[in-house]
């Protein structure tokens, strides 16, 4: 079963605005990964927060992390249609070979 | 991007005969993955290894082998192909924390 479980499953917002998706997770994780999907590409990496941060910024991009609550936030600012794709959270392992495990995703689409 | 290649990059057999996909890497990452992409269940994981040699089975492994015979190709075989594993076939590699994906095989079993 999956760990990381995104909502909203699906998001439409005009360009300009920012975007806000949530991942909620089940078990201790040593890192919470998001990764973004085009249509009918492969996932590419956004941005890695360990579990002992809190906040993490890359360009447009802000991503939350509280485990306390286990979730994450990612906030997309000034959204541009080149932005819509789907948005996956991955959960890292504590330890050993332990796969990442992926959400379902979010599919955001961003209207000119 | 990591040099990852997946082929063939489409497939279409019938039910009962044997497929084989190939991920290839360039990058020299120790773990290798093979994910399946379906609407409505996200991507699964399938098997992975970690090193040569070394695999094991993720959440969808049923009706799937692998085989890692050296670090850089990692193959996905369907021993008798059937209807539901018509799919989007992902590889991904992972050297520390973040993974690569590949470009995807689109694969329809009729």
């Known amino acids: 079963s999956q760990q990381g479980e995104e909502d909203p499953q699906a998001l439409s917002i005009q360009e300009g605005e920012n975007a806000t998706m949530n991942c909620s997770y089940k078990?201790?994780?040593?890192?919470l990964q998001w990764y973004r999907q085009n249509s009918g590409r492969g996932l590419v990496h956004l941005i890695l927060i360990r579990s002992n941060e809190r906040e993490k910024h890359s360009g447009r991009l802000r991503v939350t992390l509280d485990t306390s609550k286990k979730s994450s936030s990612l906030l997309i600012t000034a959204s541009r249609a080149a932005d819509t794709a789907s948005y996956f959270c991955a959960t890292g392992p504590v330890s050993g070979n332990t796969p990442l495990v992926f959400g379902k995703g979010t599919r955001l689409s961003v209207i000119a | 991007d990591a040099g990852i290649t997946q082929s063939p990059r489409h497939k279409v057999t019938e039910t009962g005969t044997p497929v084989t996909l190939r991920c290839h890497q360039t990058?020299?990452?120790?773990?290798m993955y093979w994910y399946r992409q379906d609407p409505g269940h996200g991507l699964r994981l399938i098997h992975y290894s970690y090193g040569v040699k070394d695999t094991d089975k993720g959440e969808v492994s049923d009706g799937y082998s692998v085989s890692r015979s050296k670090t850089e190709d990692f193959l996905l075989t369907l021993e008798s192909a059937t209807s539901s594993q018509t799919s989007v076939y992902f590889c991904?590699?992972?050297?520390?924390?973040?993974?690569?994906f590949g470009p995807g095989t689109r694969l329809t079993v009729t």
């Open positions: 990058e020299n990452h120790r773990y």
């Open positions: 991904a590699t992972q050297d520390t924390d973040e993974q690569y």
């Open positions: 078990t201790s994780i040593n890192n």
